[in-house]
């Protein structure tokens, strides 16, 4: 390997590693969280007319509780770890070494895709019990998942380097990446919400993420999924273009 | 490793070349045009008091801050246009002593070792250095169960992980205690010994006259002086004179200004040399009758250098930054 090859694995294991040493609270939480809405929803819509042709609830709700999830834990990994770094005063470590912006995005994104690789895999793990999913095109589930998670994970990496404090963090969670994760149709079909917010719906980048990767297993889904694909890759592209200029920059990064 | 690979430009003139940087923080002017080269294998000090513009210079010639403008190279290698190149050539202990609490002293360092390029061919490096700076009992400890001092010193290992031929000491030794002082001076003369250029900030005086052969001083973002340290000390054309007085006698009025502290009763006279000699204190008291309980000399050192040239202390300096760390 070059020494430049050898930085960005370095720094692409250190970030896995990062998270590693703590799964408890980076995998396993979120895994237990995405179960417990799968349990009280199931309950409670029990017996309500398939969403769509041969889709009960639970089989209807269980992708889009996994895609819910990964984009928060690909934006909560890039984010947290970045500002971690800026507050405790260790990115100074990384700041002097010889890494390009490249290697920086590709290192956090890489780790942000396995930790979320790690929760999608375990949320379909535990939920076997309890429905059978189908998987109708795996090319479209797998695209899905590596733009959304990579969409997310960009973004969670622009946070990173404009937050000055855990707060600023915690304000894009909040006021950002919950409630769109939560209005996206993870729990429902937007054919079912009144004409505005049908409407609504369409501007929101995540719907079009677990619209699509919901269609990657039943072959059903609100939009085409070539939209879903297209709005996704643009949000992608979107938030790369973002993070890069901002590392090739130092902005915020550099005084 | 980065030592063993030469640099590409044909035989540079300095190990860090600094021309005409400018740094403004808005209507703040940090840096103010500073140049000059720092020659390989010296043991250079970079001395000034807080605020003079040292730690932001530091931090431009490290690629943590933007230069407004001019340009600052390392074994030629610009750290701008030629940054990887020009990082493989440097270490850099910062001033604060930060860590990263994931991980343990060993595995830092080999992920240190890692962003520099450096695989499993560093790992014997980096357990003599643990060895050196007696960290090899905390090797495998979690860096927030590490004492400050200790902190200090895998900090001063993580700079030297990829053997870097240019090393730089943002104030190495401030808030430690004398023993690790002590270590630190060492392991950089070592360092420099076997060839490396050191770079060294300090608000210890003394640590900069014993270990650099050239200083530069800093004053409100400009380099008020930059020579050879010998040099530097014999540019001071003074000698201080310290008497005490039997019986508690007063000193004559025409020595009075000459007065510049007491200190345990015993009252200091700075003396020019060519204008008033040391004699011409002893005919003085003489012919006014007083008798000495206690007479000392002293050359001056780089304080009163260092006092002079920027009318600042560098002991209050040192006193803050103890306190900082």
Redesign the interface.
Known sequence: MTPDQIGFTTLLRKEVMRFWSVLGQTVTAPVVTALLYLLVFAQAMQGRAPVYPGVGYTEFLVPGLVMMTVIQNAFANTSSSLTQSKIMGNLVFLQMAPLGPLEWFAAYIGAALLRCTLVACAMLLVTIPFVHLPIHAPIALIVMFLLSAGSLAAFGMIAGIVAEKFDHIATFTNFFITPLSFLSGVFYSVHALPPLWFKASHFNPFFYMIDGFRYGFFGHADVPIVHSVLWTAAFFMLATAVCLWMLVTGYKLKR | MTSTSAPTAAAPAGAIEIRGVRKR?GALEALRGVSFDIRPGEFFALLGPNGAGKSTLI?II?????ATEGSVSVLGHDTVRD???A??L?G?V?Q?L??????KVR?MLR??A??????KQAWPWIDEMLERLDLSAKADVSMRALSGGMKRRVLIA?ALVHKPPVVILDEPTAGVDVELRRMTWAFMSDLHRQGTTVVLTTHYLEEAQELCSRIAILDRGSVAVIEPTRQLLARHPYRFLRIKLAGGAQLPDALRPLVTGEVNDALELKLETRVTPIGSVFDALRNAGIAIEDVHTREPDLEDIFIELTGHSAKAGAATAGAAT
Request: proline share 6%.
């Open positions: 923080y931090s490290s690629g943590l801050v933007h940054y990887r190149a990082r493989r440097l850099v910062p604060e930060v860590f990263d609490p994931f991980f595995d992920i240190q890692g962003y520099y390029g450096c695989g993580q």
